[in-house]
């Protein structure tokens, strides 16, 4: 067997294993496992930090499945726990008895659960953990990436070089697309058109299929070291994570929209998205002392703070705004006019929001 990332050997397994989320369209925040951390982080996707230990308590997450408002994952503990959004535990075994599970799919009432080890794909009840079929598909060599798309069941087989398709029903085989050798998939996602993206971490290679294997571009993306997942984003993009700590995005042609989205996530594996956008904290902005008084000086200094912010700009009468020294802690030299000057310091977040504070601020004439 084609052994890979061996320096993530923990626990009774070697962890060999990612993820892909619901249907894997339309997605905003990414989900991103680190296996020798055991931890899942989450990420807004132009690659700013929600939390980056949204999750703490999964041993080696090898598979995370984003759906509704639950996540769940997979884990080296040989079972699947289920999480809300924000983080905290629902159910810890919520599916137990697993051999190294390391794929997640569902069809929204299902849940799939790929067993690399005995090449098993299992059946669930997706809000009870009920077992519908343990053994739904057998003889799966190695199988790593699940997607349910289009009423079919896809599975990445890592050591044979394969992705199959199969009834979710009763298991039937469908078709079977074949890799050259030693291609090792093992991620699969939708693309907005409908088609099927493999990702395949022996090759560094993302290739595009229909949904009946037709090849449509066996190397729409070369250059990415050891893919372990993939999931896609919306107007046709697509995220990739590597084995080498990175997160990258692509359009739908393979062009790198920002191949180092996110960087040093040490044991980076798995990737999930969901639709739900987290907004940005609004900015905050304080003006130290009075707002409204006056003075002889041709010039004052303001002073204050702000948080959430990536900007303080001060506005004073029709001059054009000019930005404070500092954002955390900020200063300005204002240059009055005599009379009186109204003055508008305003600070801004990331995605647009802001804050504003309003002064006036009298000079009065020279004697």
Known sequence: MNRFLLSFLSGPFLVCAILFTGTNRGHADLFVSQLGASKIGRYRSDGSIVNASLITNAVS??????????????????????????????????????????????????????????????????ATGATTNASLITGLDHPRGLLFHQDMLYVANFDDDTVKSFSPTDGAANATLVLPAGSGPVALAATATGNLLVASYNTGKVGEYTPNFA?????????????????SLTGGKFAVVSAAGTVGTYTATGKAVNAALLTNLGGAFAIAATATDTPYPKPTLVVNGSKKFSTSSSQVTLKGTS??????KVKVGAKSAKSATGTAKWTYAAKLETGVNNITVVSKGPGGASKSVKLTITRKPAR
């Open 61 to 126: 997450p090898t598979a995370i499945l984003v759906f509704g408002s639950n996540i769940y994952v997979a884990s080296s503990g040989q079972a699947i726990a289920r999480y809300n959004l924000d983080g905290s535990l629902s159910a810890g075994g919520f599916i137990t008895g697993l051999t190294q599970p390391v794929g997640l799919a569902t069809d929204g009432t299902s849940l799939y659960v790929s067993n690399y080890a005995t090449g098993i794909i299992g059946k669930y009840d997706l």
């Open 307 to 312: 948080e959430n912010a990536t900007s303080v």
């Open 215 to 231: 090849t449509v571009d066996d190397s729409l993306l070369t250059t990415v070291v050891a893919p372990s997942g993939i999931v």
